[in-house]
């Protein structure tokens, strides 16, 4: 049969599509502007260009994320935002499409039929599951078919994903209901403390890129432009990484708590395993300065980390595209 296979990340943060012989051909920001009259939705802006309306619309015109902490929150949205994204990664649009959609480990069997029905409604006429973290795992280039167990963590926007994985399964795995999100608000609030100055939630999150940091002492700063809370005028002014560190230390403390509970439940053989093997770090929060240093501190264990995180899971979508019987174990065990 003739069809278009593809590899879909729909993240809370971020959207990837990755085509079988075609590489990345979408990444854009998972959001959706719309105008609504009555039950009818309109569909404005999606993605990237749906990310600079935030924060300057009229009432007329709302900005969203149809995803949240890696399920579904709003089908219908979803149902847009897809589809949209579907005719902007395939333009010619004329096969049949076989899609295996990279999901959160862990999802309940009415949050999966909420993607079956997005596939459905999608026109995609096969689609598969697997966990985005197994995606992940062996887009690091490790071998996740032997019996040695390997610990990865995957920070998204809403939440991060820690999973030990042997033989293509995962064995243990937890949800933490973290995300890069909670530091961009945290970094919004230590602004308007410190400068009385307000600025967008895309200005606080490239604020957490630039100049993100476990290094206390850490002197890199950045210059940023809100408004003064007080004259509602234009203010500029700059920030030092050194300064937001206690928003970045609670943070990752936090998830190494998670990493801990993990760890705890393991076999000793496991444990000996990942003390060998060490612990990827992949996702976009995961590319913050010192983080490898900070994380082996606290872990004890030899710690892995990326050039670019975010763009691991497309990684071993590549992998993946051209391992069918791997890719098959993979959907087996999980």
């Known amino acids: ?60 015109i709302w900005v969203e994320a149809p995803f949240k902490n890696g399920v579904i929150k709003d089908l219908e949205l979803a149902k847009l935002l897809l589809s949209k994204f579907l005719s902007l990664a395939l333009p010619d649009g004329k096969r049949k499409i076989k899609a295996t959609f990279l999901v959160n480990c862990g999802l309940k069997a009415e949050e ?56 293509c399964g995962i064995v243990n795995g937890y949800s933490i209901e973290l995300g890069g999100s909670i530091i961009d608000n945290a970094i919004s609030s230590s602004i308007f403390e410190t400068f009385n100055i307000v600025i967008s939630d895309v200005n606080a999150e490239k604020i957490k890129k630039e100049i993100g940091s476990l290094h206390n002492n850490d002197v890199a700063n950045v210059t940023f432009t809100g408004y003064d809370a007080l004259t509602r005028l234009a203010k500029e002014n700059t920030v030092f990484a050194r300064d937001l560190y206690q928003i970045f230390d609670v943070f990752y403390e936090k998830i190494i708590d998670g990493i801990e509970i993990v760890l705890n439940q393991l076999s000793a053989d496991l444990l000996n395993d990942i003390a060998k093997n060490g612990i990827y770090l992949c996702g976009g929060n995961s590319n913050v300065t010192g983080i490898e240093s900070y994380f082996k501190k606290r872990l004890n264990v030899p710690i892995i980390t990326f050039e670019q995180p975010e763009l691991v899971c497309m990684e071993g979508a590549k992998i993946l595209s051209t391992n069918a019987k791997l890719l098959q174990k993979i959907v087996t065990n999980n």
């Open 112 to 167: 999966k039929r909420d993607y079956e029905l997005l596939a459905i409604s999608t026109g995609i006429y096969s689609y598969s599951f697997i966990p985005n973290i197994m995606a992940c795992l062996v887009g690091t280039g490790t071998n996740v078919e032997d019996v040695s167990g390997k610990m990865i963590i995957d920070f998204g926007t809403d939440c991060t994903e820690v999973a030990v994985v042997s033989k």
């Open 1 to 60: 049969m003739n069809y278009t296979e593809i590899f879909i990340k729909l993240g809370d943060g971020q959207t990837c599509i990755y085509k079988k012989g075609g590489g990345l051909v979408l990444k854009e920001a998972s959001l959706i502007a719309f105008s609504k009259k009555g039950k009818r939705i309109t569909t404005i802006e999606v993605g990237d260009s749906a990310k600079e309306l935030l924060g300057k619309t009229d009432g007329s």
